[in-house]
């Protein structure tokens, strides 16, 4: 089960009402009744950023208005468009609003409008509709590896931001 940790290995920062709510999902999967928290079980979207912590191979294309990730999980797509802020006045989703822009050698990905009903990981991490997204994704060893850090603003859920860093190695053969 993919559980989000801090870069530095720590549980998130989360929030009391936050804390109760991940403790009882937390228990309810030992009990083997995540279907009972987590949509995703019910065919309802995984939703965004957690489709791409799960393992499952992801393809990455730009043109010049957009970034466009495909994941194989349901073959969920992510649209970030290159725009300097997020348009007003959108409907929350389960996959959010991205915009993007190149800062040097690193993409960085930033969502909002998120809805509340997805989770950040299968143990049941919640996020409120005022969560924010940010990622930086930078290739290291010669294109070898990807590294993501995705940084978490949500001043319902926690008590402060945070990150976590994710490394996916390229798959052999993939350009």
Request: charged residues 25%; glycine residues 8%.
């Amino acid at each position: 089960v993919t559980t989000l940790r801090t870069s530095d290995g720590k549980a998130p920062p989360l929030l009391p009402v936050a804390r109760k709510l991940h403790d009882e999902r937390i228990a309810l999967m030992k009990a083997g009744r995540s279907h009972e928290y987590d949509a995703s079980k019910r065919c309802q979207p995984k939703g965004d950023p957690r489709t791409g912590y799960e393992g499952q191979l992801f393809d990455i294309v730009q043109n010049k208005e957009a970034i466009f990730i495909g994941h194989t999980w349901n073959r969920m797509v992510r649209f970030a468009y290159a725009r300097e802020k997020h348009l007003a006045g959108r409907v929350p989703s389960y996959y959010g609003n991205w915009i993007s822009r190149w800062d040097d050698d690193t993409l960085v990905l930033d969502g909002t409008g998120f809805n509340d009903t997805t989770l950040l990981d299968a143990a049941g991490l919640p996020h409120s509709s005022e969560l924010r997204v940010v990622q930086r994704l930078t290739m290291r060893d010669a294109g070898r590896q990807m590294d993501i850090h995705t940084t978490f603003e949500d001043a319902k859920t926690f008590t402060h931001p945070w990150t976590a860093l994710h490394h996916y190695p390229r798959v052999p053969g993939a350009s």
